[in-house]
C-alpha cells in the first residue's frame, strides 16, 4: 500500500507464491472455514433464544441490551452497599425520607453518561493531581513470580482482577490480581523442531486483551509469524493468524470491538477480525520496522518504529497522517485519548503529542537518565554527566492528564499533562513522581479506573540483550496507585 494524493492505495504483490497463499486477495475471506460447517450443522437445532435474537429489530435490541445494563449496576450497586455496610432496612429509609430508587437512577444516568463520554473520547478525568508528592511504598507492591526469562508484556482485565503476562520463556501467564496467585499457563516451547500448532516456539514480545474479556491474543518471534488467538473462558488456543513476513512486535485490540491490530519487522500493520477469525486489511506507510501500535474505540490506530515518524491511520477514510520532528526510533506509543497520544524514544526523551500537529507539542530530552563520572584533566577531577536511559514503554491511563514511563535507569517516572486554564489544547507535562523500579521496565499498564499500575520486568531490554542488568529479577510489579475515579 502506499500513499497517493493523501489515499492509501493497496499494493499486493503477485509474484509472491507464499503472499499469495497466506493472504486472501479479497478483503474479508474465512481462514477456518470449519465454523462456516458447525453454523450449518446448527442451523436445524437452533434455540429458542436465537430464534428471538434473530426477530429483534435493532431497536429492539437495544432496548434489550439497555435492561441488561441497568439490571446488572443494581446488582453492583446492591454489592455495594452489602459491601460497605451502608444497606439500610425499610423503616430506616422511610424515617430519612431516602429515596433509593432516585438514587440508583443517578447512579445509572451517571454510568451512562461516563461510558458514552469514554466511547466519544469526550472522558477528562482528573488524575495526576492525586500522585504530587505521594510516597510509594515498596513493601505494598505485589511482586508475581513465574517466568523464566524477561517479562515483555502484560495487560489488565477491563474488571481489573485479572492481569495476563508474556515472556521470553515462550509462556502467557493469567494472574489473579488479588491473590497473585496463577490462574492459568499457556505453555510454549522455544527452538522446537516440531509444528507447535497452539502454545508459542519463539520469544512472546506483545499480547492484547479484548474488551469484553472473551479473548487474548499473542505474537513475537514465532516460527512462520503467527498470531496466536486465544479463548479466555476456556483457557484455550483457539486460532493463528498468519500473514506477516517478519517477527510481530505490538498488537493492540480496538477498544469495544474484536478487531485488532498487529505492527511487524514487515514495516506494516495489518488488520484482522477475531469474531470471524479474518484478514481484513494491510496499511503500508512505515519506511523501517514498526515497533509499536495503540488504539481506542475508533478506527484511528496509532503506530510508530524505527524510521523515527508516527503514524495515525484513518482506516476507514484510507488515509494517514505522519508525524516527524524527533531524531531516534519511536519505540513506544500510547493513545492518552482521541487527540493526544504520548511516545518514548532510544535517545531517552518522551513527547507528547496532538492529532492536530505534525511535531510534538512538547519534548523532555534525558526524561530517563543516568548519572555517570566523568574525568576531566590531568588532576582526574570526578564530575558528573547525565547519560541517557533508552525509553522502553510509555502508558497513559486513558482519557486522563496522567501517563507513565519506564527504562532501565531505576525508575518508573509519572508525568502529569498540563493544560492552561480555558485552553483546550495542553502546553505540555511536567513530572510529578518516581517508582523504584530495578532492571528494564519492557512493559507497562494502568488498570482502567487506576487501581493499579502493571509493569513488566526483565533482565533484558524487550526486543533484544543489549545493557543487560543482571541482578534484575523477571517478574510482574502490581503497583497499588490511590486513584478512585
Known amino acids: 500500500m502506499s500513499k497517493r494524493n493523501g489515499k492509501i492505495v493497496r499494493k499486493i504483490p503477485l509474484n509472491d507464491e507464499n503472499i499469495e497463499e497466506d493472504l486472501p486477495k479479497k478483503k474479508l475471506v474465512k481462514y477456518n472455514h470449519k465454523a462456516e460447517e458447525e453454523e450449518e450443522d446448527n442451523d436445524d437445532g437452533m434455540d429458542e433464544n436465537d430464534e428471538v435474537n434473530q426477530r429483534e429489530t435493532p431497536e429492539e435490541k437495544r432496548v434489550r441490551m439497555a435492561k441488561m445494563l441497568i439490571k446488572e449496576m443494581r446488582r453492583e450497586i446492591k454489592s455495594t452497599e452489602e459491601e460497605s455496610g451502608a444497606a439500610q432496612d425499610e423503616e430506616e429509609v422511610d424515617e430519612n425520607a431516602f429515596d433509593a430508587e432516585d438514587l440508583d437512577r443517578q447512579i445509572i444516568a451517571s454510568r451512562f453518561k461516563a461510558e458514552a463520554d469514554e466511547r ?89 486483551l479484548s474488551t469484553d474479556g472473551r479473548f487474548m491474543v499473542s505474537g513475537g518471534t514465532d516460527k512462520e509469524n503467527l498470531i496466536r488467538v486465544w479463548d479466555l473462558e476456556g483457557n484455550k488456543h483457539l486460532d493463528n493468524f498468519k500473514g506477516h513476513r517478519k517477527g510481530i512486535n505490538s498488537i493492540a485490540f480496538r477498544q469495544g470491538a474484536n478487531q485488532i491490530y498487529s505492527a511487524s519487522n514487515d514495516r506494516t500493520i495489518k488488520v484482522w477480525d477475531i469474531e470471524n477469525m479474518m484478514f481484513v486489511d494491510t496499511l503500508y506507510g512505515h519506511q523501517a520496522e514498526v515497533l509499536s501500535v495503540d488504539c481506542l474505540s475508533k478506527e484511528r490506530p496509532i503506530s510508530s518504529g524505527l524510521d523515527k515518524t508516527i503514524h495515525l491511520w484513518k482506516v476507514t477514510e484510507e488515509t494517514q497522517l505522519e508525524f516527524k520532528g524527533l531524531s531516534s526510533s519511536i519505540d513506544c506509543v500510547s493513545y492518552v485519548n482521541n487527540e493526544l497520544f ?101 512493559s507497562l499498564a494502568f488498570s482502567k479506573n487506576g487501581k493499579f499500575l502493571v509493569a513488566g520486568i526483565g533482565r533484558d531490554h524487550r526486543l533484544g540483550r543489549w545493557d543487560p542488568v543482571k541482578t534484575a529479577k523477571n517478574s510482574i510489579v502490581v503497583i497499588p496507585l490511590p486513584i478512585f475515579l
Open 120 to 208: 466519544m473520547g469526550k472522558l477528562d478525568r482528573k488524575a495526576a493531581h492525586l500522585l504530587v508528592g505521594h510516597t510509594f511504598d515498596e513493601s505494598s507492591f505485589k511482586i508475581l513470580k513465574g517466568h523464566q526469562r524477561s517479562v515483555t508484556c502484560v495487560a489488565i482485565s477491563d474488571d481489573e482482577t485479572q492481569l495476563f503476562s508474556g515472556s521470553k520463556d515462550c509462556n502467557l501467564i493469567r494472574w489473579d490480581i488479588e491473590s497473585g496467585k496463577k490462574l492459568h499457563v499457556f505453555k510454549g516451547k522455544a527452538h522446537t523442531k516440531k509444528d507447535v500448532t497452539e502454545g508459542h516456539n519463539g520469544e512472546i514480545l506483545t499480547l492484547a
Open 342 to 442: 504520548v511516545s518514548g524514544c532510544q535517545d531517552g526523551s518522551v513527547s507528547l503529542w496532538s492529532s492536530a500537529k505534525k511535531k510534538p507539542i512538547s519534548t523532555l530530552k534525558l526524561a530517563h537518565f543516568f548519572n555517570i563520572q566523568k574525568e576531566e584533566g590531568n588532576e582526574s577531577e570526578n564530575t558528573l554527566e547525565r547519560k541517557h536511559g533508552w525509553i522502553s514503554s510509555v502508558a497513559a491511563l486513558k482519557y486522563s492528564d496522567l501517563f507513565a514511563s519506564g527504562s532501565n535507569d531505576g525508575f518508573i517516572r509519572l508525568w502529569k499533562i498540563e493544560r492552561p486554564q480555558g485552553e483546550k489544547t495542553p502546553s505540555g507535562f511536567k513530572s510529578i513522581g518516581v517508582i523504584p523500579m530495578h532492571g528494564w521496565v519492557n
